[in-house]
Structures are given as C-alpha cells and as structure tokens.
C-alpha cells in the first residue's frame, strides 16, 4: 500500500521567511501528486498538482513543488511568506493510470507570525 | 452543483444513536471518496466509489461504518451505534475523469460534516 509522509507536523516562521514543507511517499510507480490546504475554518482547497512533464510545478499564491523521482519527494516551497499562509497543508498521492484512492499525509501546520 | 455539498454541517448525537451523512458530488464527476479528520490527525482514508465499479471499502475502521452511492451520485456514509471516538470532521470529496480519458482530476472537497457523539 501507498503512504505519504510529511516529516514536519508544525513549522512557525516570520512573515518574509523562505519555506519549505516536505513530502515522501513510498509508491514505486507512476504517481500524480497533489499539496493541498485547508485555512482555518475552510474546507481543503487544491494548491497544486504534479501529473507529468516538468517536475517543477507552480501553483496559486507564489506555491511551488518540486517532483524528484528519485527521492520519491514532492516538497512545497515558497520563497517569502506571508501572514495569510497560515494554514494547515497536505500532501497527496494517487497511483496514476488507474482509478484508486487518493493517499493524504498527516498535514503540517504552518503557522506566519506577523 | 457549483461544488461538493455535505449536510449536515454539524450533527451531535448520542452514543449508541446511528447517523447518516449525506454527500453530493460534483455533477458528472464519476470518483467519490469519503475520508475522516480528527482534531490533530491528517485525513483517515474510509471508502472510495469509481463509477460502477465495486467501492474499496479497506479504510472503514469498523463494521458499524458503512457506505452507499445511489445512481453513482450522492452518497450516504451511515454510522450504527456511534461512538465517542467517532467524534471527528467527515469529509466527501469528487473527481472527474480528465478529457483524454484518463483517471481522475484532482479532488474536489466539501466542507464536511462535524460529527459530536456525547
């Protein structure tokens, strides 16, 4: 079975700090991935989505991944944060080529200071 | 619908009582899954329904957990002779298949349901 594994659980920075929020998975095979985040009293919104081509993926809001197949990562990255990113943040697996469930890390709670 | 509906929003029940929680995915969107968040934990895979192919059921923690999806649109997750540690958020989420035939979009998800058992 696929699992996810996001290393940070609560990550605090000041506003302007540079971040970076890891993700690993263990699958094999061909993957699409996926971070998401959940705002404080809103329901999970997609950031951004990795299915093939380039392995660096931007996404909404200054986000960006980075696929390295070779170290089953897909880290999130932002090079200068703001207060309003504070948010809880998921990372997300799927075996591509075939309907299957969609595989969720246990999130890291980002907290800006301002 | 514009989006993924749950209801309810929030749903206290006493422990023993069994709950329905109701889901309405995306139109024309053929993937469903349920998942659960409980304060502090990530998202607990439960079920996922494909279109009419049979659900995969291997994240239901119990067998008082059951799900069904009519018509292969809404969705309800029943829970019989809730208990406490049931106490958490109940997220439904949809995807729909990409246009050169592939297996799914992301996930769409809807605001949950808050379920208390007391």
């Known amino acids: 079975a696929q699992s996810v594994s996001q290393h940070n659980h609560h990550v605090i920075l000041s506003e302007a700090a540079s971040l970076e929020l890891g993700c690993n998975y263990s699958?094999?095979?061909?993957?699409?991935l996926f971070w998401y985040v959940q705002y404080p009293g809103q329901h999970l919104q997609l950031l951004l989505k990795?299915?093939?081509?380039?392995?660096l993926v931007k996404g909404i809001k200054g986000f960006e991944a980075e696929f390295i197949k070779s170290k089953f990562s897909f880290n999130l990255r932002k090079p200068s944060v703001q207060w309003s990113d504070t948010a809880e943040y998921f990372c997300?697996?799927?075996?591509?080529?075939?309907?299957?469930?969609?595989?969720f890390g246990s999130g890291t709670q980002l907290t800006v200071l301002p | 619908g514009a989006g993924v509906s749950q209801s309810p929003s929030n749903k206290v029940t006493e422990k023993g009582k069994d709950v329905e929680l109701r889901c309405d995915p995306i139109?024309?969107?053929?993937?469903l899954y349920w998942y659960r968040q409980s304060l502090g934990q990530g998202l607990e895979f439960l079920i996922y329904?494909?279109?009419?192919?049979?659900?995969?059921k291997s994240g239901l923690p119990s067998d008082r957990f059951s799900a069904e999806r009519t018509g292969g649109s809404v969705s309800t997750l029943t829970i019989q002779r809730t208990q406490q540690e049931d106490s958490a958020v109940y997220l439904c989420?949809?995807?729909?298949?990409?246009?050169?035939?592939?297996?799914?979009?992301?996930?769409?998800f809807g605001q949950g349901t808050r379920l208390t058992v007391v």
């Open positions: 139109s024309g969107h053929t993937a």
């Open positions: 997300a697996v799927r075996r591509s080529g075939s309907a299957r469930q969609l595989t």
């Open positions: 990795y299915f093939s081509g380039d392995p």
């Open positions: 329904f494909q279109g009419n192919s049979a659900p995969d």
């Open positions: 699958y094999g095979g061909t993957v699409n």
């Open positions: 989420a949809s995807s729909g298949r990409t246009g050169q035939g592939g297996y799914g979009t992301e996930a769409f």
